[in-house]
């Protein structure tokens, strides 16, 4: 019977069968979506709730949503939309960053040198931009390819939904950008030896949206110039002569000169202040700790060894140039975990003080608190020294 004459069949027995179709249709198609928000990963994950968020009332943050980033190794907590560039310096370079986004309030507004935040971003579809200048130190060895991207602490166990939407995202970002190296890490419940890969999502360097190249002794532009989309070499619209001008860049690469990168190529696949993927198709909004455990995500920037045995990024043959744990303000790690990141865990002989950073007297609660956190702090120091071990078991990667 074809489609036609079945329609024509139910048609001539009346309404009662085509509602009672109607009714099973609807049924099915809310089993169907119950089952599928069961199997599937959830959209959004809840923020930290109020009680969570207090334990950080104290620190030197913007009030509204943003970002916070912690460079290796510790320098203190830096933060998305700042008033100036922060440093970063390590054994290998040292340099400035920008990260920013659209404000989120009037404490996130403005920039270096009065860069408009709201205006810049006006118009534009990326969520979010992130320049650096580098000055090397240290140079990778000949045969080393650089890749730059996000690193995570430890082995994230998947169900098999979650897992295929995290195939499905992947597969989006390089069809969109290309070159990307991507692995899950090694498990390891399946390791009996041997250095494990930790998961790992990274780009070539090509994948740079736009590069510039300040010769020594030279002034490189301000991250803040209203005129910095003009400066140097851009990849869109040209992407095979771009990267032919970045192997030149890799080629010639010296102590000396200030590099300059900007990225924002990526950006409407990760909503960082909501800690959310987007952008793919049937498998997004996806909430990100679902692929990355929890936060942190470390931002790198290193040189591989070439290993053809071996294609791994495994870490002792990687030399990090920039290495950076990034979280959203909504999302943040524990306060253990972030005094660590931060350097602020050395610190516990700090004293007591009445006042904020802010410079607004604190009150007996968060004194109170404060106190509590030296007193383990204190503990925790009694028994590294007793024991040669830290029983918080942070690390600082």
């Known amino acids: 019977m074809t489609l036609s004459a079945f329609r024509d069949d139910l048609l001539q027995q009346g309404p009662l069968p085509l509602v009672f179709i109607a009714v099973i249709a609807v049924v099915v198609w809310e089993l169907l979506k119950f089952l599928f928000s069961k199997v599937m990963p959830t959209a959004h994950e809840a923020p930290d709730t109020e009680e969570t968020q207090a334990q950080f009332e104290d620190l030197p943050v913007p009030p509204e949503p943003h970002c916070e980033v912690a460079p290796h190794p510790p320098q203190g907590l830096h933060w998305s939309n700042p008033k100036e560039p922060f440093p970063f310096e390590s054994e290998t370079c040292h340099g400035t960053y920008l990260f920013f986004h659209p404000p989120t309030g009037p404490n996130t507004s403005e920039g270096p040198e009065g860069f408009d935040y709201q205006d810049y971003f006006r118009g534009k579809s990326r969520l979010w931009e992130i320049r650096l200048h580098f000055k090397f130190t240290s140079l990778p060895k000949d045969g080393e390819d650089m890749f730059f991207g996000i690193e995570l602490e430890d082995y994230v166990p998947m169900s098999r939904p979650t897992a295929q939407a995290q195939k499905v995202v992947v597969a989006g970002i390089k069809q969109a950008i290309g070159g990307l190296y991507h692995s899950i890490g090694d498990n390891p419940a399946n390791m009996k030896s041997g250095e494990m890969e930790h998961p790992v999502c990274v780009l070539p360097l090509w994948a740079f949206d736009q590069f510039i190249v300040t010769p020594e002794g030279e002034e490189p532009p301000s991250l803040s110039d209203p005129n910095f989309g003009s400066f140097g070499k851009k990849r869109y619209q040209r992407i095979a002569e771009y990267a032919k001008e970045i192997d030149e860049v890799k080629r010639t690469l010296s102590i000396g000169p200030t590099y300059t990168f900007a990225f924002w190529g990526n950006s409407r696949f990760l ?87 802010s410079g607004k007297p604190k009150s007996l609660k968060r004194r109170f608190r404060g106190f509590m956190r030296r007193i383990e702090a204190a503990q925790d120091a009694l028994g590294t020294s007793c024991l040669g071990t830290n029983r918080r078991g942070d690390r600082d990667r």
């Open 271 to 357: 909503d960082v202040l909501n800690w959310t993927v987007i952008g793919v198709p049937l498998v997004t909004p996806i909430g990100f700790n679902k692929f990355a455990g929890r936060p942190p995500v470390h931002v790198v920037l290193y040189s591989l060894k070439e290993n053809k045995e071996d294609p791994r990024h495994l870490r002792s043959k990687k030399t990090y140039y920039f290495r950076a744990a990034l979280w959203s303000s909504a999302f943040r790690p524990d306060r253990r975990r972030i005094e660590a990141l931060t350097g602020e865990a050395d610190k516990s002989a700090e004293v007591l003080d009445d006042v904020s950073p």
